[in-house]
């Protein structure tokens, strides 16, 4: 069982070769009040940035705003 109110929208970032750092959806994270844990479901496996560090960031969902990949032309 989760609760609509506790989903958050899986994103990672990354800079275009223009200079624009561009967001990618790669998935969904809710909580489980069955085992009162976080569990996230990647659709995307996020890439690594030039030091090596892979960085995901969960926003509530549908409330992050900005260019994304799959919005705009690369």
């Not at 958050?8 to 009162?36: H, M, P, Q, Y």
């Not at 030039?50 to 969960?58: A, I, N, Q, T």
């Amino acid at each position: 069982m989760t609760n609509d109110d506790e989903k958050w929208d899986v994103i990672s970032f990354r800079t275009d070769k223009r200079g624009i750092t561009r967001r990618i959806n790669l998935g969904i994270a809710f909580v489980s009040f069955e085992n009162e844990m976080i569990n996230i479901k990647l659709e995307a496996l996020p890439l690594p940035d030039v030091r090596g560090e892979v960085w995901v960031r969960l926003f509530p969902k549908g409330t992050h705003k900005g260019p994304s990949f799959d919005e705009t032309d690369q």
